[in-house]
């Protein structure tokens, strides 16, 4: 069954998809949640905190989506401010400290655009997160699960490994704004998806992403077990491969991974 | 009611053939018998200024201060003692990675135009004295949007400098993420972040100088990650454009938001610099972070 990007944007966006919270509840145990940058406040957009997987302690963090208008409302759409990125950097600097791998979970429109976000430093909040998980001495795997939107996905996706979902979509902005800037009409969205290449096969082929976690027919809300069976699989295999590596040696893996992008 | 009142003659002639009695007299003032570029018009507040003048103040505005643009190859000019410095990868362009439809006869047809291969020139040269690395970004070219050949050559003149441990200074004026090279453009932002966080690990400085506009992917990767980041007056910083957070909020941006002056009120600029200050400013910086541990009081 041939699903074109139009359709993988709108699969990507369905509310019945597993959200961040899905995951971390049914791969890890005992996920104590972690609140706050210890700045400004505690951004609901991205939950983060440590959990085990087995008995290996781990970092989780993960940008939420809601599952209906009000939880959206709460979540911001899984739109963050800057409050968020840097409490998510906070909890990575925490990882690295007590040497715990992080795992990251991105499914985000994008960073949020508003008047707070601006006077915070949204640019800047993204940027340092940028710059500083290109050296974190600890892995780190992130997968886009389902939308992953321009800079705002990014700022939790500079990782040693990078999955997708089948039918997750990764790409520099919405088609939306895509659109509105390219073709000054957001109505062509669609045109857009096009020739954006922002599916998860695309990404494959250019080397971007490191696989694809396969999902059922018809999407991953079909069957949220298997999804996320896969998901633990792939992120056991890769944790064992990955805490195996002298970090000198993984850093410098991680630097020519953006570093040949080209 | 009457379908088309203007067909009354007196409707249509009162205002528009109006003479207002101070024009009597100066029928050429508005358009004055110049050639052209002689005189240049104030785009901010709509002073006509004699362009030789406006270059010797550095391309600003002497009644409102408006900063003109200026293509890198000037800013190079302005900056280097005796303009004299090595350019890097000058004929460095992007392979089109997506293909992207119309993208490739463009880029040809904007090079043509711009004298420039892509958005930024970077090169080494002096500034009063101290020999430094320098990037700048050209608005001129797909509004200064950084695609890859922006991030390759960005990268490249961070790994040189940090092979010669050398200081970074970049200028940055772009409109954000090149869209046609989609994702590829979007890595930039981590492949440059990195380079500059090797950088920055090995101990150099690293200057960030914030000019109109500075917005989109460029903000969110190395226009923020200078140890010091100075902003020419008025210039626009930004993540989101006003455009579109005035869309996603639906209401009217308040006057001065995301300019300079706003940022530094907010603590995310150290210092704005007038551009007939900017060579001292930076030729002092630079002069400060070249003690090594080995001079006395």
Not at chain 2, 257 to 279: C, N, S, T, W
């Amino acid at each position: 069954m041939d699903i074109t990007p139009w359709e993988k944007v709108k699969l990507a966006r369905m509310p019945l998809r597993p959200t961040g919270l899905d995951y971390i509840n049914q791969i890890f145990e005992n996920f104590i949640e972690l609140h706050g940058d210890r700045r400004f406040s505690d951004d609901k957009a991205i939950v983060g905190g440590i959990a085990f997987l087995g008995e290996l302690p781990v970092t989780v963090i993960a940008q939420q989506k809601g599952r209906n208008t009000k939880e959206n409302i709460a979540r911001n759409f899984a739109m963050p401010h800057p409050e968020g990125y840097r409490k998510a950097l906070r909890l990575m600097k925490q990882a690295e400290k007590f040497h715990r791998p992080i795992l990251c979970f991105i499914d985000t429109p994008g960073a949020f655009c508003g008047i707070g976000a601006e006077e915070r430093g949204q640019g800047e909040a993204i940027a340092t997160n940028l710059a500083h998980m290109m050296l974190l001495k600890t892995p780190i795997i992130s997968f886009v699960i389902s939308e992953g939107g321009s800079g705002g996905a990014l700022a939790l996706g500079v990782a040693d490994r990078i999955y997708m979902l089948e039918h997750a979509v990764y790409s520099i902005l919405s088609p939306e704004g895509f659109a509105s800037i390219l073709y000054k009409d957001a109505s062509k969205a669609e045109q857009a998806a096009h020739h954006m290449k922002l599916t998860s096969k695309d990404l494959l082929e250019y080397e971007i992403i490191d696989g694809i976690i396969p999902e059922p027919v018809g999407g991953a809300h079909n069957d949220k077990e298997m999804v996320i069976k896969n998901v633990k699989g792939i992120l056991e295999e890769e944790l064992k491969n990955l805490l195996t590596q002298p970090i000198d040696q993984l850093l410098e893996k991680r630097y020519q991974k953006y570093r040949k992008i080209f | 009611m009457n379908k088309n009142p203007f067909k009354f003659k007196k409707y249509a002639t009162s205002q528009i053939y109006r003479v207002r009695p101070k024009d009597i007299g100066r029928p050429d003032e508005e358009k004055p018998n110049v050639p052209e570029g002689i005189m240049t018009k104030c785009p901010n507040c709509k002073k006509i200024i004699y362009t030789k003048l406006l270059l010797k103040n550095f391309k600003q505005c002497d009644e409102c201060g408006y900063n003109f643009k200026i293509s890198a190859n000037e800013r190079f000019a302005m900056l280097l003692d005796d303009g004299d410095w090595l350019e890097y990868d000058k004929q460095l362009t992007t392979k089109d990675p997506l293909n992207f439809p119309g993208y490739a006869d463009k880029l040809v047809k904007t090079q043509s135009q711009t004298g420039l291969v892509d958005g930024l020139v970077t090169g080494k040269g002096k500034i009063e004295g101290s020999a430094v690395m320098l990037g700048v970004m050209d608005a001129a070219f797909f509004m200064g949007s950084m695609g890859t050949a922006i991030g390759e050559k960005l990268t490249r003149l961070f790994e040189r400098a940090t092979e010669e441990r050398l200081p970074v200074i970049v200028f940055t004026a772009s409109g954000g993420a090149r869209m046609q090279e989609g994702i590829f453009s979007l890595m930039q932002m981590a492949k440059v972040s990195g380079a500059v966080a090797k950088h920055s690990e090995a101990g150099l400085l690293y200057i960030t100088v914030l000019t109109d506009p500075t917005t989109g992917g460029v903000t969110a990767s190395f226009a923020m990650l200078g140890d010091i980041i100075l902003a020419e007056p008025g210039a626009l910083i930004g993540f989101a454009g006003p455009r579109v957070i005035e869309q996603t909020i639906g209401q009217k941006l308040p006057e001065g938001f995301q300019r300079a002056e706003f940022l530094l009120e907010h603590g995310f600029v150290d210092k704005i610099v007038p551009r007939e200050q900017l060579k001292h400013t930076l030729g002092t910086l630079l002069k400060m972070h070249s003690y090594c541990g080995e001079n006395q009081i």
